[in-house]
């Protein structure tokens, strides 16, 4: 069975190692008082990016997924994350692969969690079990009113799929009926 080595990105600017003499090297596993990062001494091969920050790599991360890729189909999945997982999300939809998103996780994925809620989601109505069930649901929120362009586009144009994260209990009795994963 074969096996895909682990790999690792960062932008080139942000990599140290030392020289361990005769020819050989190895990447240090912690972060240095310089700031820079260090290349996980876990992993065999590396994509390093010209960029000297965090986002420079995300064009070639992308272009990277997609020669990997070929034919086969991609998916992204964004778990927590800042201003860099945000802009790299964006680039996943506009490639038009599904962007599964951790929901709990913090960050753009909550962000981006939630804005779908509210902007892609019926809303239940108030009093929604006195109702007839064709009147129980609202339509969302216009996506007009989220007001970061990114966003937006994430929200309107990506086909987001949430993913509750799920605590497990202790019996197998309790979980019954519970799904990890929300259906697009």
Not at 54 to 71: S, V
Not at 150 to 156: D, E, G, H, S, W
């Amino acid at each position: 069975m074969a096996t895909t080595p682990p790999r690792g990105r960062k932008p080139d600017g942000v990599v140290c190692d030392i020289d361990l003499g005769n020819g050989r090297r190895a990447a240090l596993l912690q972060a240095g008082a310089d700031g820079r990062a260090r290349l996980d001494g876990n992993h065999t091969h590396f994509v390093l990016a010209d960029s000297d920050g965090w986002g420079g790599e995300t064009p070639l991360l992308m272009a990277l997924a997609d020669a990997l890729a070929g034919d086969a189909p991609v998916a992204f999945v964004l778990a927590g994350g800042g201003t860099v997982s945000r802009l790299e999300a964006l680039e996943a939809v506009e490639h038009g692969w599904p962007l599964f998103v951790i929901e709990g996780t913090g960050g753009a994925a909550d962000a981006i969690a939630g804005l779908w809620d509210r902007h892609r989601e019926p809303r239940a109505r108030l009093a929604a079990r006195l109702l007839p069930a064709r009147w129980r649901t609202a339509a969302p929120r216009p996506a007009a009113e989220i007001g970061d362009p990114q966003l937006r586009r994430i929200v309107t144009t990506g086909d987001v799929r949430l993913v509750a994260t799920v605590t497990l209990a202790s019996s197998p009795a309790a979980c019954r009926g519970r799904s990890a994963a929300r259906p697009p």
